[in-house]
């Protein structure tokens, strides 16, 4: 058994570089570099100088010597901690920004592919904002954004659905809502999310359609807990109200609590196709009203 070689220590694959002393004169010049009483018997395969087998190691970098493995195995170390030092540098943080933000628009790219419009929830969330910094103007509770809903019974056109109702856009990009005809009298139900006491409603006209089709008389029910398209013997008259064709009237009724309002439409303003309504807004009272 080999000196350098321990019991349970598995036996050195053979050398790579094995040289053999062939004369006298050739074993006196073969001698290990770091046992010179001993014959070389191989290369280091590294450094190329004369070792016996015990003085190389068996490595992954084949059969080295002492100093060589020292040198490798730091230069292994140097490259681990180049490379840790690459990989957490701030040098990346413009990189991650780039990629963060192509990321946040593949995201939004998605979302608009699957029939959502970023700009219109933008504009909801700043008219949503600066309602809420105007403590005047009332609650509003029957928008989308804040869990309200809207339906229309009697259908609606194509691309022009009842959720325009309370989407909070009335913009000229964003479409309003447009009855299937203009056959009187039908209803538009906007329920909350919750039951609460309401004092005003708004009806927003829509800038791109045509001012006869804006609604002109409308009568106003509402219901505290029953769905009228369900049971409509819960409904409450509130009242009546003949609407100017501007951008936007206000209907004032008596404070009520409620969570589902219901509006029966009676007339537009002489428009044979149908009747349409940008927004409609149902507020609580103002802080500033008695």
Not at 115 to 123: C, F, Q, S, T, V
Not at 135 to 160: K, M
Not at 198 to 208: E, F, K, M, R, S
Request: aromatic share 8%; hydrophobic share 40%; charged share 25%.
């Amino acid at each position: 058994m080999s000196p350098a070689m321990r019991v349970g220590e598995p036996a050195k694959r053979p050398p790579s570089r094995r040289i053999f002393a062939e004369s006298a004169r050739e074993l006196a010049l073969y001698r290990c570099t770091v046992y010179p009483t001993r014959v070389a018997t191989q290369r280091c395969d590294h450094c190329a100088r004369l070792f016996c087998d015990e003085a190389l190691n068996d490595t992954d970098w084949g059969y080295v010597c002492e100093v060589c493995q020292g040198q490798l195995e730091r230069r292994l170390e140097l490259d681990r901690t180049a490379l840790r030092r690459n990989v957490f540098s701030w040098n990346w943080l413009p990189v991650g920004i780039v990629l963060g933000l192509s990321l946040l628009m593949a995201v939004q790219l998605f979302i608009v592919s699957n029939g959502a419009d970023l700009r219109g929830d933008l504009a909801v969330k700043m008219r949503l904002l600066f309602d809420g910094a105007d403590r005047s103007r009332g609650a509003l509770v029957s928008a989308s954004a804040v869990g309200g809903r809207a339906y229309a019974p009697a259908g609606a056109q194509e691309g022009y659905g009842a959720e325009a109702l309370v989407d909070g856009l009335v913009e000229a990009d964003f479409p309003a809502w447009r009855s299937a005809n203009a056959v009187f009298p039908q209803d538009v139900v906007l329920k909350m999310n919750l039951r609460t006491p309401i004092a005003t409603i708004d009806i927003l006209n829509h800038p791109g359609e045509p001012p006869a089709s804006y609604l002109r008389r409308v009568q106003v029910f509402t219901s505290r807990e029953v769905d009228p398209r369900e049971d409509p013997s819960g409904l409450k008259f509130i009242r009546q109200a003949e609407l100017d064709q501007t951008p936007s009237v206000r209907i004032e009724i008596p404070t009520e609590v409620t969570r589902y309002v219901l509006l029966r439409l009676l007339a537009n303003g002489g428009h044979e196709g149908y009747v349409s309504i940008g927004e409609v807004e149902v507020r609580s009272r103002a802080e500033n009203d008695g």
